[in-house]
């Protein structure tokens, strides 16, 4: 296996890029949906990945963000309009910082495959906390690293971006007064969204309004636990901006938008990478249940589809990931962290979640992954080395 990858990473380099890619083709993600779902593809239990695949087709879900992807596993999606994101697992953030061809290899043997349309790369996968700060350096190179690799292949067509924590962003709320933490913006924040930025990539962002519940820090309001909407009659007002909220998501993206400008970085597209509820907790944790878990994911899915923006972008609709599509029992920490899927194992979906997106013809503009709304790409490095 490791000859024959070797074998065709080393005749993807010798080979002039322009013979090597004639038919690398730039779908259109306007086709795609605003919302789509993570799915750990490692996670013990799960059914074949063309049984997950043809669920996803079935169910009308057009992006997925891949955990833990592998070939075989990517291979599922081969000749399906569904739009993948890459997220490579946190532990290679190392090797692709330091050695280049290791970006290659992982490229060949993960990614490249005949008509797989790829739109992002999330160099790992909620990395950063402020208590790993040391791998800023490691992430931020293997990102540089991958982009260059990259683009000669594929002419900046993949966005190549990590996908960050919520936790980053201190003070939160009001929304417009949220800022980055501010020795993480310097030393990590500030020089990615500048790479983002020349590159038109988009900022990934992980936020879950239950962890909010959990650490007791929504809002001033008492909001019950309303896990959607507010309830009837409440709603957060910021007091600068005078702008109305009627749900915590959309607070926190617009929590985020005001942390990247205030860094001068406002117009780099955002992109929820993770946002969900769990359906089970254990006995201390009554907001995790099935209820709940409905109530924030079927209203989040179809506001997003209405594509309403938030209110200091009402523009804009975040392309925004359901986390998770599984529950995953390799998880450690309490009851709730093992019960974040929307479907059971077998595939039967825990709650109804609609993800059709609205025939309205009112919808306003989505974001694509791309400020320059280039999209997906299929590639052809098999054909060309067959
Ligand atoms: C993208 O797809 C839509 C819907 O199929 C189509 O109307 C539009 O012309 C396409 N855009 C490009 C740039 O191909
Ligand atoms: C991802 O990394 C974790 C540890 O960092 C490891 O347990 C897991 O097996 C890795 N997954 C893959 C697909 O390599
Ligand atoms: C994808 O499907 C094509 C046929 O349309 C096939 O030739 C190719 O081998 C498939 N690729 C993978 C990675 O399964
Ligand atoms: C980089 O990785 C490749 C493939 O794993 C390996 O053969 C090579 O020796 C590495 N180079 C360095 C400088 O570590
Ligand atoms: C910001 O990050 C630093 C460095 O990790 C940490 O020590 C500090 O507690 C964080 N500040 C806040 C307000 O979270
Ligand atoms: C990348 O996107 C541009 C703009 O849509 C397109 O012209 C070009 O062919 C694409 N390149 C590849 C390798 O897909």
Redesign the pocket.
Known sequence: MVPLLLAVVVVVMLLPVSLCFPHAVSSNSSVAGVVGVTYAMNTPGLPHPKKVVEALVAAGVTRVLLVDPYPDGVAAFNNTDIVLTIAINNSYIQSLATNVTMTFLWLGDNIILPNIKIEAISVGYDVFS??N?HLAGDLLQAIQNLHEGMSEILQGNISITTANSF?LI?PAFPPSAAEF????AELYLRPLLQFLDGAGFPFFISLYPFKLYRAGAILGENTGIAAFEYAEGQHLTDPKTGLVYYNIFDAMVDATVAAMAKLGYADVPLVVSGTGWPSEGGLNEPEASILYAGEYNEGLVSKLNMRLGTPARPETTPVTFIYALFDDPRETGAESERNWGIWTMDMQQKYVIDFTPSKASGGRTTSSLHRSAVAAVTAFVLLCLA
Do not use: F, G, I, K
């Open positions: 402020s208590e700060l936790d201190t933490n501010r020795s993480v």
